[in-house]
């Protein structure tokens, strides 16, 4: 008996015979002497019909078959006299795992995207749901393989941390207390903790990043990061997976040609190797999505610097909510007007005034911008944030104490710049914003297996 996915047996050039698949029905009709049941097991986005003839010994039990039953199908693969498919398996025996009941949640019809996001347990079970997961899959694998490609080392940065790389703010704490335990007025009540200090969550694995790289060379992370940010928006989660290259002897310029060269390379890949799935999003998410992806991969990214950004915000006319000028952060709206409706393509805006970026991030020579660069797309926005580092321990110290850090406690950051320190350079990819792009969905709680956002844990 050759037991194997429909994906490859919709792919076989010839029939076989003793072929078993296991999958969940989708749906089921009935003739006089047999049924056809379509079958789905998660390998591709179609599934293979199979004839469920008369002789079966449990055939009775064919009729019971509704949407969402586990069954194992034995049987041949053969050519189908019907319309729509190539290929159909004509049963010869059919094992029941279970009956689904009537009242199963995703009768086959369309289901909105709200509606699923309440059956977070059961929405990978539809076309669509299926497609972004293998899709999300499929991009995982191919960026391990486009570093491996490159020599570059892959990291595993710490989850727990007592660091905040962003400066923002935005931790998660992560505590052994309970709240009883905590006494009004405590000095030091961290000092009781687990780990003897504050702790939280990591939101980003650049810190460590750059310590291999400036041991190792070239080095990457990826993996979950988490913000309590407080925003409600499609873009935000509070648990999210980011990549982040991280690159000894490598200046701005490297970096932003070097993150484009990623983008390119991954929405390339992607396009060819999941071409089932991304004909769905094509059909039924995103019209446009086919010519936004080519012009991802045949238009080099346009380059300004923020200064001019700005000046091409402010003469645009356009009407914002918040309202732009220089020396504050872009917002969502005015990256997307400068990538959807002003060049129409991926733009990347580097050298940010440095009072809206992190200590970390290289000090021009004007001393007034610093060696930043958001990647930014149509329909998203940023969807990496990059920069040289401070190589210079004198300007790293001067930045800490400009943005309020304690230098004591990033004395292992600082002692980096002390003992063989060189320009280096990365940037963090938002893995689930790529995911968005590559899609065409927009909301990024459809592209996370189990989303987090503020006041949402189930599942
Ligand atoms: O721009 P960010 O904050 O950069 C960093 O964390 C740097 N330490 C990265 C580095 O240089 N190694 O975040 C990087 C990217 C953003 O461009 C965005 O795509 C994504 O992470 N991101 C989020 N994605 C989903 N939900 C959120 N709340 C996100 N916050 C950032
Ligand atoms: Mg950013």
């Given at each position: ?17 003793g ?10 009709r009935?003739?006089k ?18 004839i ?153 694995g650049?810190?460590?990043a ?21 925003s ?30 990623f ?11 999941c071409e ?50 220089y ?75 400009e ?20 320009p ?36």
């Amino acid at each position: 008996m050759h037991k194997t996915k429909i994906k490859h047996l919709l792919s076989s050039d010839t029939p076989v015979k003793g072929v078993q698949i296991k999958g969940w029905v989708r749906t089921r009709r009935d003739s006089k002497n047999f049924s056809f049941l379509e079958i789905n097991d998660g390998s591709c986005l179609s599934g293979i019909q199979v004839i469920a003839e008369e002789g079966l010994e449990n055939y009775d039990h064919m009729r019971r078959l509704s949407t969402g039953s586990a069954i194992a199908v034995s049987g041949d693969l053969r050519p189908s006299p019907g319309k729509g498919q190539k290929w159909e398996i004509l049963a010869s025996h059919v094992h029941i795992y279970q009956f689904a009941p009537e009242t199963y949640p995703l009768q086959k019809k369309r289901h909105t995207d709200e509606f699923l996001r309440t059956m977070g347990h059961l929405r990978p079970r539809t076309n669509k749901f299926g497609a972004v997961f293998r899709i999300r899959s499929e991009t995982a694998l191919e960026i391990h393989r486009f570093f491996h490609e490159r020599n570059f080392i892959y990291l595993h940065t710490p989850i727990l941390t007592a660091s905040d790389c962003e400066g923002a703010g935005e931790l998660f704490r992560v505590t052994t207390l309970e709240p009883g335990d905590m006494k009004k007025d405590e000095a030091d009540v961290y000092s009781r903790d687990f780990f003897g200090r504050k702790t939280h969550l990591t939101v980003s694995g650049q810190l460590e990043a750059e310590m291999f790289a400036l041991a190792l060379g070239d080095v990457y992370t990826f993996g979950p990061t988490f913000r309590a940010e407080n925003s409600n928006t499609s873009r935000h989660a509070s648990e999210f997976w980011m990549v982040e290259p991280e690159m000894a002897f490598c200046d701005l310029a490297e970096n932003m040609a070097f993150a484009e060269q990623f983008i390119r390379h991954l929405v390339s890949h992607v396009r060819t190797c999941c071409e089932e799935d991304i004909g769905l999003f094509a059909r039924f998410v995103d019209p446009s999505l086919m010519e936004s992806l080519a012009a991802i991969i045949e238009k080099p990214f346009i380059q300004i610097p923020y200064g001019e950004a700005v000046e091409i915000l402010e003469k645009s006319g356009a009407r914002f909510d918040f309202p732009v000028s220089y020396g504050k952060d872009l917002q969502t709206e005015h990256e997307r007007f400068l990538a959807e409706k002003h060049f129409r393509q991926p733009v990347i805006i580097h050298d940010y005034p440095r009072n809206i970026k992190p200590f970390y991030m290289r000090l021009n020579d004007d001393e007034k911008t610093v060696a930043a660069m958001d990647v930014i797309v149509p329909r998203i926005g940023e969807i990496i944030g990059g920069s040289q580092r401070e190589e210079r321990a004198d300007v790293l110290d001067m930045r800490m104490a400009e943005t309020g850090l304690d230098a004591r406690q990033y004395w292992w950051y600082m002692d980096s710049r002390r003992y063989g320190s060189v320009p280096h350079s990365g940037f963090g990819l938002g893995f689930e914003r790529l995911i968005m792009l590559l899609t065409g969905i927009s909301n990024i709680r459809d592209v996370i297996p189990f989303p987090r956002t503020p006041g949402n844990i189930d599942f």
